[in-house]
């Protein structure tokens, strides 16, 4: 079956640091990735869509500055918060799914802490 | 702005009973899905509905979609306690970019 795989599950970092998340497609085909934040209260925010062999294309209020991400094969992405600060606390998850499928597999995410 | 919102915060039900989650949107979509989040997981996909589908089915999972109100509903039947988690309506509009709303966190109480 599909599956996808985050690593670490939790990460703590001091303020002012940066933390690299990776995100493992098994079974199926990563042709996009969706990286989201979910907030303590469960909201979610969309970070960035990548597709391979395209622009990442980031959302308002996020940059490539921010939280740069590598989406070099069919199978993996990887997402990095850098100089990460109190407001960057959250859930994030990574959505992968296949080109033309209508189904989103989700990890279970990287809960990052910030001290 | 929000795009797709969940009309109840919080649900309580005993095993057995029905449930049902009710969703509205703002604009236009291609799809909705609905999503389960179970504690210390990732969402996980019950259901996709079309804009052109008005009901789909997965088991004990019913969604309805009513493009003219821009609501749609998941239902449950005959609950169990593994049911218990937040449940998300998420609106597509054709760019592979799923905008969820809050949740409703649906408690199923043995």
């Known amino acids: 079956g599909a599956l996808v795989y985050q690593y670490p599950r939790r990460t703590i970092c001091k303020s002012g640091t940066s933390m690299r998340m990776e995100c493992q497609a098994v079974?199926?085909?990563?042709?996009?990735v969706a990286w989201y934040r979910q907030s303590p209260q469960k909201t979610f925010e969309l970070i960035a869509l990548?597709?391979?062999?395209?622009?990442?294309?980031?959302e308002q209020n996020f940059t490539q500055e921010k939280f740069p991400i590598s989406h070099p094969n069919l199978s993996f992405s990887s997402m990095t918060v850098l100089n990460a600060y109190l407001e960057d606390r959250g859930l994030y998850l990574c959505?992968?799914?296949?080109?033309?499928?209508?189904?989103?597999?989700f990890g279970a995410g990287t809960r990052l802490s910030v001290l | 702005s929000q795009l797709a919102e969940e009309n109840s915060w919080a649900l309580s039900v005993h095993e057995g009973e029905s449930v049902t989650v009710n969703c509205s949107y703002k604009?236009?979509?291609?799809?909705l899905q609905w999503y389960r989040q179970k504690s210390g997981k990732g969402p996980a996909q019950l259901i996709l509905?079309?804009?052109?589908?008005r009901d789909n089915r997965n088991g004990r999972l019913r969604a309805t979609l009513d493009t003219s109100s821009q609501s749609s509903s998941l239902s449950i039947t005959a609950t169990r306690c593994e049911d218990t988690a937040v449940y998300f309506c998420?609106?597509?509009?054709?760019?592979?970019?799923?905008?969820f709303g809050k949740g409703t966190s649906l408690v199923v109480h043995p």
């Open positions: 959505g992968a799914r296949d080109w033309g499928q209508n189904t989103l597999y």
């Open positions: 079974g199926f085909q990563a042709t996009s």
């Open positions: 990548s597709t391979v062999n395209s622009a990442i294309k980031y």
């Open positions: 604009t236009s979509i291609t799809a």
């Open positions: 509905i079309r804009s052109n589908e």
């Open positions: 998420a609106t597509e509009r054709g760019n592979y970019k799923p905008t």
